[in-house]
């Protein structure tokens, strides 16, 4: 017997449902990775690395935020993505998992409301596990499941705050969210919204505020950027009213007992912001995702609108059999199953980023057509 008997079957009972996970190195052309505008392994963000260590900004922060570990980088990334994203306030999170499991974690009080995207991410359903308020899901991008969801919970005598829980832009679809007519809802039920902008941030909106940026500023608004996606380093940045910075310092738990992110990586991470201003990145890109719509439409790849272009095979074997003849040929694209898409939705996911050319693209038309075939 061993202590690990449990672990070891469910292992096993993964993989004969073709849901088991292994670690995979990179291989191949870049269709599966987030870093959408070539940030990563960019020269732009090398130069920020040496200047900032020339500049003496050490590697480790030593501690967490409320002990020795905030550092001058911190606060000026902080007080620059405030500026950028118009908020009243920034505070910057290890990773953008942190960043969701402490927000929901801390803001939602005993007697509150969530009303969630059913489609949301782990991050937000992790957060509101542990969170004191009343979690409900809403059908996906459908504003009325949200305004029902919180005109039934005041009929019932709900007075608590309510709070609207969305992506701007989905991660497994690539699809947007209604922005405009949540904000509506939030404002006709006096709610708050907190919109996670994973993945639109450094990709839409103006110079890559994301598509929350014509809401910014308001009262009861709350977004998160990641910056291990477009901006290309790592970590989170929360944005919204001063008083929401104030009370995750003080009552977040995620944020108090971890160690503070990498000052480097905060100095990193602002070059990034920088970076977003101009518009030659961001243009090359929607130029690509064009390309990519009309190249792979044919094969059966939902054109999305956006730099995520999910192809819905269905059964779990088919999805991970072509996504290992694609990667054989040379295309590093991945296979989603469930529990991280819905039952029966299991999908190659095409990422759009800079790391590949309009040839690339339709190489991997070409290829998918004959594993498809």
Known sequence: MSPFD?????????AARDRRRTLAPRHGRDFASNDYLGLAASGLLEAAVRDALD?????GSGGSRLLRGNHDEHVALETEAAAFFGAGAALFFSSGYAANVALLSTLPQRGDLIVFDALV?????????????VAK??????PEAFDAA???WRHDGGTGQAWIVVESL???DGDRAPLDALAAIAERHDAVLLIDEAHATGVFGRDGRGFADGLAGRGNVVTLHTCGKALGSEGALVCGPAIVRDFLVNRGRGFIYSTAPSPLIA???RAGLRALTAPERRDHLHALIDHAQQALAPHGVTPSGSQILPLILGDDARTMRAAAALQQAGFDVRGIRPPTVPDGTSR?????TLNVTTDDIDTLAAELGRVLA
């Not at 449990?6 to 993964?14: E, G, H, I, K, T």
């Not at 500049?55 to 590697?59: A, L, S």
């Not at 991410?121 to 308020?133: D, F, P, Q, T, V």
């Not at 899901?137 to 459908?142: E, Q, S, W």
């Open 121 to 133: 991410h782990a991050s937000a359903h992790e957060g509101m596990r542990l969170s004191r308020a």
């Open 267 to 269: 100095a990193v991470v």
């Open 55 to 59: 500049r003496g900004v050490p590697v």
């Open 6 to 14: 449990a672990q070891a079957q469910d292992l096993v009972n993964l």
């Open 150 to 152: 919180i005109t039934a």
């Open 170 to 172: 989905y991660s497994m």
């Open 348 to 352: 190659l996911r095409i990422s759009i």
């Open 137 to 142: 899901a809403a059908v996906h991008n459908d």
